[in-house]
C-alpha cells in the first residue's frame, strides 16, 4: 500500500524520535546494531540454540562412558554404542558430502541461511553483543555516550564484567572443544590441577584468543574480509533464490513521514532506516543484495514493525525472489529447478550411503594377506605351502578371545596358530598362519578356501574371510 493509499497516519513524530538515536554505521566504526523483537529474531535464537550441544554434548553418558568421544590416541570415534575406526572413513567422508552439499542446497534456496542463524561467528558475535548492550547501552548512541564518558567505577565495573564474561565464555569453548577427544569430566580435574596435557591448553589458548578477539572486536569485518563463504555465495544465488529484499516498486520514492500531510508522490518507505540499524554488518538492504547480507530478516522485523505503525501491510522488506520483486510468470517451484533436484540426489544418495554403513557396521574386521614372495612352496614330503597374514580389528568396547579355523580345502591343515587369541579393544593383533596341502589333493592352480575367526566369548560376532590357496598348474 502506498502513502496516498492511508486513511489513517498515527502521530509519525513517535516513530521518528524512536529512531533519532539510531546511528547508521557507513564503515568507520564498530556495528552496533540495534536488537528488536520479532518472528525472525525469534527463528535466529531457535537456531542459535542448536549450539548448546557443542557445550552439552561432551558431559552425555552412555553404558558408563563418555557417549560422543574422538578418541585420537586410539583413532576411535565413539557414538553411544558404535564405534568408528579409520576404516570406516567413507562414512564420514559421505558426512562431509552431505553437510557441503546441504549447505549449497540450502543456500541456493534461501541464500546464506547458515550465515544468519548457525554460523559459529554469527552466533557468538550475537552472544557478546547481547552482554555488551546490557552494561554499555542497547543503542549506537548510548554505546558511544557510554564510550565517551570519563572513567568512574560505574563505568570500571561495566566494562570488567563485560570482559570478564567475554573471556570466560571463550574459554568454555576451548574447554568444551577440547571435551570432545577426552574424558570431560575428568578433563576439569585435569584444568583445575594444572595436570592436563598440552593439546588441551593449545585448544583453550586458541579458541580463547580467536573468539574473544573475532566476537568481541572484529566482528561482521570476520564476514566481510576473512570467510570464503562470502566470496562463493554468489555462484550459488539464481533468480529463483528466495532472499531479503526490499520492494522499490512498493517503497520508492521514499521520503520521511510528516504529521498530518500525505505526499501522494511517495512510496511505502518512511527513511527510518531502522532495517540498516538493526543488520549486524550494517549494510543498506534497499541497496539490493551485497556481500554483508547474511540473510538472518532482521531487517524484515524492523520494517514489519514500521509498518505496523505506519498502517501499512507489511512486507516492503521480505524474503522473495528476483522473479517475484520483477513480477515474473515463469517463478519455477523446487521440484522444477535443475540445481536444487541435482543437489537433492547428492544428498539422498549420501544419506543412504551413512545409513547403510551404519546399519552394516561390523564389530570386528578380518582380513586376510597372501603372502605372494614366494606364491607358493614345496616342502620335502611332497606337500604345497601357502603363507598368510591374518589380522583382526576389535571395534567392540570388552576383550575377545579368538580361535582360527580353515574350510574348504580337502586336506589342508593349519599350523602356527593353534593357541586361543586375546584381542583387545580398538586392537589389531597381526599373525602368521601356514597351510598346507598334499600335493595329490589340488587339482588346479588357484582353489578357493575360507578363515573362519571364532570369538569364543561372543559367537555372535564371529566372521568370516575368503580367501584361494596357490599351487603349482
Not at 108 to 125: E, K
Not at 274 to 281: G, M, N, Q
Not at 342 to 356: E, Q
Not at 409 to 438: C, S, W, Y
Request: aromatic share 12%; net charge neutral.
Amino acid at each position: 500500500m502506498a502513502l496516498n493509499d492511508m486513511h489513517d497516519v498515527q502521530d509519525v513524530s513517535q516513530i521518528y524520535d524512536e529512531v533519532s538515536d539510531w546511528h547508521v554505521n557507513a564503515g568507520g566504526e564498530k556495528v552496533v546494531a540495534k536488537r528488536l523483537k520479532g518472528r525472525f529474531r525469534n527463528l535466529k535464537w531457535l537456531g542459535m540454540s542448536i549450539w548448546s550441544i557443542f557445550f552439552i554434548g561432551p558431559y552425555l553418558r552412555w553404558d558408563g562412558q563418555q557417549a560422543i568421544l574422538f578418541d585420537i590416541p586410539n583413532r576411535q570415534f565413539n557414538l553411544f554404542e558404535l564405534t568408528v575406526f579409520p576404516q570406516d572413513i567413507w562414512m564420514l567422508s559421505l558426512t562431509l558430502l552431505f553437510f557441503a552439499i546441504l549447505l549449497a542446497a540450502v543456500t541456493s534456496v534461501a541464500g546464506r541461511v547458515f550465515c544468519g542463524y548457525f554460523c559459529f561467528q554469527t552466533v557468538w558475535t550475537d552472544i557478546y553483543t547481547y552482554i555488551e548492550t546490557k552494561f554499555e547501552g542497547d543503542t549506537p548512541q548510548k554505546a558511544h555516550k557510554f564510550k565517551q564518558a570519563p572513567w568512574s567505577i560505574d563505568k570500571l565495573w561495566r566494562v570488567s564484567a563485560k570482559h570478564s564474561l567475554w573471556i570466560a565464555i571463550a574459554l568454555l569453548t576451548g574447554i568444551s572443544f577440547a571435551a570432545w577427544f577426552t574424558d570431560a569430566f575428568a578433563l576439569w580435574g585435569d584444568i583445575f590441577t594444572l595436570q592436563a596435557p598440552l593439546p588441551v591448553w593449545i585448544s583453550m589458548a586458541t579458541f580463547g584468543i580467536f573468539t574473544y578477539v573475532f566476537a568481541g572486536f572484529m566482528r561482521e569485518q570476520v564476514c566481510f574480509w576473512l570467510c570464503p563463504y562470502a566470496r562463493l555465495q554468489g555462484v550459488m544465488y539464481d533468480q529463483d533464490t528466495v532472499l531479503p529484499a526490499y520492494d522499490a516498486e512498493r517503497g520508492e520514492p521514499r521520503g520521511k513521514l510528516k504529521k498530518g500531510q500525505v505526499d501522494t508522490n511517495k512510496g511505502s518507505c518512511i527513511d527510518c532506516k531502522v532495517c540498516v540499524a538493526v543488520c549486524p554488518t550494517g549494510i543498506d538492504i534497499r541497496k539490493g543484495q551485497q556481500e554483508g547480507c547474511i540473510t538472518c530478516g532482521m531487517c524484515i522485523d524492523a520494517c514489519d514493525s514500521i509498518m505496523d505503525k505506519t498502517d501499512q501491510p507489511r512486507g516492503l522488506i521480505r524474503y522473495a525472489s528476483y522473479k517475484e520483486l520483477h513480477h515474473d510468470a515463469n517463478v519455477l517451484p523446487l521440484y522444477k529447478r535443475p540445481r536444487v533436484i541435482i543437489y537433492s540426489v547428492i544428498l539422498l544418495t549420501a544419506l543412504a550411503g551413512i545409513m547403510y554403513g551404519f546399519a552394516t557396521l561390523s564389530p570386528t574386521e578380518f582380513k586376510v594377506i597372501h603372502n605372494r614372495q614366494p606364491l607358493f612352496v614345496k616342502l620335502s614330503d611332497g606337500s604345497i605351502q601357502n603363507k598368510y597374514t591374518l589380522k583382526l580389528l576389535n571395534k567392540t568396547q570388552q576383550a575377545i578371545e579368538v580361535r582360527y579355523q580353515l574350510s574348504g580345502l580337502e586336506g589342508a591343515t593349519l599350523h602356527g596358530m593353534n593357541d586361543q587369541i586375546t584381542v583387545e579393544p580398538g586392537k589389531v593383533v597381526p599373525l602368521t598362519a601356514l597351510v598346507r596341502v598334499h600335493a595329490e589333493d589340488i587339482n588346479k592352480a588357484l582353489t578357493p578356501i575360507e578363515f573362519k575367526a571364532n570369538v569364543v566369548n561372543n559367537p555372535a560376532i564371529s566372521t568370516v574371510y575368503e580367501s584361494i590357496f596357490m599351487g603349482p598348474k
